[in-house]
């Protein structure tokens, strides 16, 4: 069987890509950090079979540890601090774990195959984020990058760490730069998730308004769960390479919000949301549309679930957990 460690293992992707991979036949470990971390329970829930190992992306030995354990064929690295609006406010943890983190399970992969890192098969998860300010439309693997946030530079760093290893230590690694990609499994602090639940939330009475940022940024909107294909194909490939993955569709904040209330058949929702500033960001990405064509046509990789599915997807299975929650609230 072939096995694989993935970190991040109790995030949206992690998820995702955890059951991919035992449904491929993988034996999967997961990097979990803390003490009595509350979500290794959905771990334990929803893919039983992955074994969990305790490590931490600011802590080199124990990722030595990790793959010592693990002996993995192929490694995802999918732990970061993930959510743009924090970056600025933890703008030191954010490089230091988004960024540095990369070069540390770089550098676990070079000790623990004592330099011979070909061994093991590596998945880097780089982000639209790093386009930042985009210099041209739509974004490929060739465009340069402009970040817009302490979150796009650490990826930045943890990009170019990856390709750099790739060129000094023929690595196989990869970097997937990922359009934003959402689920129902996705954080509430993401703008996708946080309408699809307010508008659940508003509903079932449970709340008048959504307090939003915002409402003309632009963003190329995939289904996380077709993208975690795109991550194991990568790996799949005779030579490791680095690909663009996005619908190529890009849509507004206020195109979101006209889907999700339409689902609960509302068509003017200005009287339920309202601008906040404190959800305006210190510097925007204004537009992300992305080209996937390397990944369509080497990966042969193309997304299945449409923006509006993806949408009225969310917020169903919101209606359904809001009201789940609100009969029970002991959950
Ligand atoms: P990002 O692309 O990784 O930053 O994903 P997000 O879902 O956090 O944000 C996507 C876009 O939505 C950004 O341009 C935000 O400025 C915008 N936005 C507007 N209002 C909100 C809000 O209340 N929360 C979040 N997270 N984003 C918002």
């Not at 290893?165 to 196989?172: Q, T, V």
């Not at 609960?264 to 204004?286: C, L, M, N, S, Y």
Request: charged share 25%.
């Amino acid at each position: 069987m072939p096995r694989a460690l993935v970190t991040g293992i109790t995030g949206q992707d992690g998820l995702y890509l955890g059951e991919l991979l035992v449904a491929k036949g993988y034996d999967v470990y997961g990097v979990v950090r803390g003490q009595n971390n509350p979500k290794v329970r959905t771990v334990e829930r929803l893919i039983p079979s992955v074994e969990l190992l305790e490590g931490d992306l600011t802590d080199l030995p124990s990722l030595i540890g990790a793959i010592e354990i693990a002996q993995p064929d192929e490694i995802y690295n999918l732990g970061a601090l993930s959510f743009v609006g924090l970056s600025w406010r933890q703008a030191e943890l954010t490089a230091d774990v988004t960024g540095m983190g990369v070069l540390r399970i770089l550098e676990a992969i070079r000790i623990a195959t004592q330099g011979d890192m070909s061994r093991i098969r590596f998945y880097q998860a780089s982000s639209s984020e790093m386009f930042g300010k985009v210099r041209e439309s739509p974004q490929t693997e060739s465009t340069p990058f402009h970040p817009r946030s302490p979150y796009g530079a650490a990826k930045t760093f943890g990009h170019y760490i990856t390709v750099n290893y790739r060129e000094s230590y023929d690595a196989f690694a990869c970097s997937g730069i990922l359009f934003n990609h959402e689920s129902p499994r996705r954080g509430h602090e993401f703008v996708t998730r946080k309408v699809t639940r307010g508008v659940a939330r508003v509903a079932l009475g449970l709340q008048e308004t959504i307090a939003l940022g915002n409402l003309e940024s632009k963003r190329d909107w995939g289904f996380a769960g077709d993208y975690v294909h795109a991550m194991w194909q990568m790996l799949q490939q005779d030579e490791p390479e680095d690909y663009v993955v996005a619908t190529g569709e890009t849509h507004s904040i206020s195109e979101l919000l006209d889907i999700a209330f339409a689902r609960i058949g509302v068509t003017d929702w200005t009287k339920h949301v309202e601008v906040d500033q404190r959800f305006v960001r210190p510097a925007e990405v204004d537009y992300l549309c992305g080209d996937a064509t390397k990944a369509r046509e080497k990966l042969d990789w193309t997304p299945k679930v449409s923006f509006t599915d993806l949408i009225e997807m969310m917020v169903d299975a919101d209606l359904e957990r809001e009201r789940k929650l609100s009969e029970n609230p002991e959950g």
